[in-house]
């Protein structure tokens, strides 16, 4: 009885050990231009969450309206859409899903867009969760930056040619016209 009971927890074991678990790939800019169907500027219009009382999961609806394309294949006539994703607030009720990214009304960001060709639904999504989400900032005096949208994650930044890596994380900023210059030039 302890031999079987031993055998299954060491199953058990292996199953999950080989599993990873759920944590963020680190994708360079470069990687993240070349695996994106669209790459957009858009502001968030709206966010609406619902629940599922069978499930007892909840899901965010977001509103966007595109201000620029910087690469586009699925987004080249269309002015507002919307991304759907697991997760979010409904009444007192948070969900979060780990890496995720987060948005807020009136924001604007830059969104690494890929398509999921899964059955017959076909939607888009934020190409490595939070990795593909970069916030714009206004300094007050007209200026615009790009700041990371994930809390800790080192962004390299590498380009070919030159060999350079630039690390980007949370707190630093590049203003917005270099980081689409640079986008434009990894493409």
């Known amino acids: 009885m302890k031999f079987k009971l031993i055998c299954k927890y060491f199953l058990l074991f292996m199953i999950y050990s080989s599993v990873p678990l759920i944590s963020q790939a680190q994708y360079s800019l470069l990687e993240l231009c070349k695996e994106s169907d669209d790459i957009i500027v858009a502001e968030i ?3 609406k969450s619902s629940y599922n009382n069978s499930n007892g999961r909840i899901t965010t609806k977001i509103s966007l309206k595109i201000d620029e394309r910087i690469k586009s294949n699925y987004l080249k006539n269309i ?5 759907v994703y697991p997760g979010g607030e409904y009444g007192d009720i948070i969900q979060i899903i780990p890496g995720a990214p987060r948005f807020k009304k009136g924001e604007k ?7 999921n060709n899964i ?3 076909k939607f888009l999504y934020v190409f490595g969760l939070s990795e593909g989400k970069f916030n714009i900032i ?3 005096n007209g200026n615009e930056y790009i700041l990371r949208d994930s809390g800790n994650d080192n962004l390299i930044i590498s380009t070919l040619m030159k060999k350079e ?10 203003s917005k016209k270099d980081f689409i210059n640079l986008i434009k ?3």
């Open 45 to 47: 219009t709206q966010i």
């Open 119 to 121: 059955a017959q639904k």
């Open 109 to 115: 960001t830059i969104l690494f867009l890929k398509r």
């Open 185 to 187: 030039s990894l493409l």
């Open 79 to 83: 002015q507002e859409f919307e991304l």
């Open 138 to 140: 206004n300094d007050g």
């Open 165 to 174: 890596i630039i690390l980007m994380n949370s707190v630093e900023r590049v």
